[in-house]
């Protein structure tokens, strides 16, 4: 198996967001939980760029759509 290419914190930071412990510990606790029928790349949170950006990843099965998974994940948690 390969180690991934990208940490959950470079995910923030490639959103423009807090990528210390703090600052996605604070983003999660802000946002939690996600309604389950809201998809990740509709909340209302999100910049019209970064929702864009979560899309492609995801649509491509890119490099960052694991982390992206691990996001959603983390934002559906009470």
Do not use: C
């Not at 600052?23 to 999100?46: N, Q, R």
């Not at 995801?58 to 996001?71: I, K, R, T």
């Amino acid at each position: 198996m390969e180690k991934p290419i990208h940490v959950f914190s470079d995910l923030f930071a490639q959103l423009g967001l807090p990528d210390d412990a703090a600052g996605i510990d604070a983003f999660i606790k802000a946002h939690s939980p996600l309604p389950e029928f809201v998809k990740l790349t509709d909340a209302p949170f999100w910049t019209a760029g970064q929702a864009a950006f979560l899309r492609e990843q995801l649509a491509n099965d890119a490099d960052w759509a694991e982390l992206v998974d691990q996001l959603n994940s983390a934002l559906r948690r009470t």
